[in-house]
């Protein structure tokens, strides 16, 4: 069996029913342990998401016309530079034939052709041979989590500070997510600077796309825009002590906007930030959140002091 015995398809929704017949991702024995990821899929290969174009780079064998491979792409309306890239699979028969190698290059090629300029990836660290494979095409590790799940980027250098470092004399625009905003949003929080940041509120990038693990209804969200694009993303959560607020974004303007924002609109807000974190702590100032205590506490293994703000 050989790479070239297969045709490369560019699938769009509404997708072919016998490719949707075939698709292993859907299937409930393949993820019986992941339900929210399964929902979650079938509302991209079944409904379509709003704002979102979601595609399938297929292979098909040319002579029997069984699907046997496939990555799946998305790219967003508010972010058309940045693509999501996941869920690939070929079948166990046809692996190691350059099956995946094509489906990797005609997803690049696609992309590129429309001005795409990073994708990024989740995968696990045991996945020696995915990891090599991406490697080898330009994606570099960025951020890793416990359990062994890594995000892989390929991007132009200097982009990711770039993209969410807002021209400071344009206003930004503060609103819930929208679907159309969860490609940028996972990018942004897929960082180093990222995990940290948002640890208390579980909600980092290197826990996979927070476009679908994450649990929306379980929080209040804000996402600042500039020119419809997303640059900073704020949550309030709930707890016995009032609402607590996190931000995150690559500067102060942005993530005083979306703690602004969220202040408004919650009760008792208050935010716990480390006492070395002067840009974080500038914003919640800017948000006219003022210091009220400050204590040690173990956050990831490490002891700290942590601040905490209240309006
Ligand atoms: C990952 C997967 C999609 C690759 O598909 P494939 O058709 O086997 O891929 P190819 O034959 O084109 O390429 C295999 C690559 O792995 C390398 N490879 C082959 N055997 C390997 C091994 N035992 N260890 C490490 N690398 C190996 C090859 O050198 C080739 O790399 P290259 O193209 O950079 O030279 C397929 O193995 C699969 O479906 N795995 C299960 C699901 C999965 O792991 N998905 C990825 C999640 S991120």
Not at 148 to 168: I, K, L, N, S
Request: glycine residues 10%; contains cysteine.
């Amino acid at each position: 069996m050989r790479g070239d015995e297969f045709g490369y398809h560019v699938l769009e929704p509404p997708f072919p029913e016998d490719f949707v017949a075939w698709y292993p991702y859907v299937r409930r024995d393949v993820l019986a342990d992941h339900p929210r990821w399964l929902s979650w899929l079938e509302r991209v290969v079944l409904h379509g998401v709003p704002g979102v174009r979601d595609r399938m780079i297929a292979a098909r064998h040319r002579e029997s016309g069984e699907w046997v491979g496939v990555v799946w792409t998305s790219v967003s309306v508010t972010c058309p530079e940045v693509a999501h890239f996941g869920w690939f699979y070929v079948e166990d028969r046809c692996r190691g034939a350059g099956v995946g190698g094509r489906v990797i290059e005609t997803c690049l090629s696609t992309l590129a052709a429309e001005g795409v300029r990073v994708i990024m990836l989740p995968t696990q660290l045991e996945n020696e041979r995915a990891i090599g494979m991406y490697y080898r095409r330009g994606w570099e590790l960025s951020i890793a989590d416990p359990t062994g799940g890594v995000w892989m980027v390929r991007e132009p250098a200097g982009f990711y500070q770039r993209y969410f470092t807002p021209d400071a004399t344009r206003p930004l625009q503060t609103s819930t997510p929208e679907p159309a905003d969860f490609v940028a949003l996972d990018y942004l929080l897929s960082r180093p600077q990222a995990a940290i940041r948002l640890l208390p509120l579980g909600l980092t990038g290197s826990r996979r796309f927070i476009s679908f693990v994450h649990d929306w209804g379980g929080a209040e969200h804000v996402v600042a825009r500039q020119g419809g694009k997303p640059v900073a993303f704020g949550a309030a959560v709930r707890t016995d002590r009032g609402s607590q607020l996190d931000a995150f974004g690559l500067e102060r303007r942005g993530i005083a906007s979306v703690v602004r924002a969220l202040a408004r609109s919650v009760p008792q807000p208050y935010a716990e930030v480390a006492a070395t974190d002067g840009l974080r702590r500038a914003a919640l100032e800017d948000a006219q959140l003022r210091l009220d205590t400050v204590r040690e506490a173990v956050v990831a293994g490490a002891t700290m002091s942590l601040c905490r703000y209240v309006r």
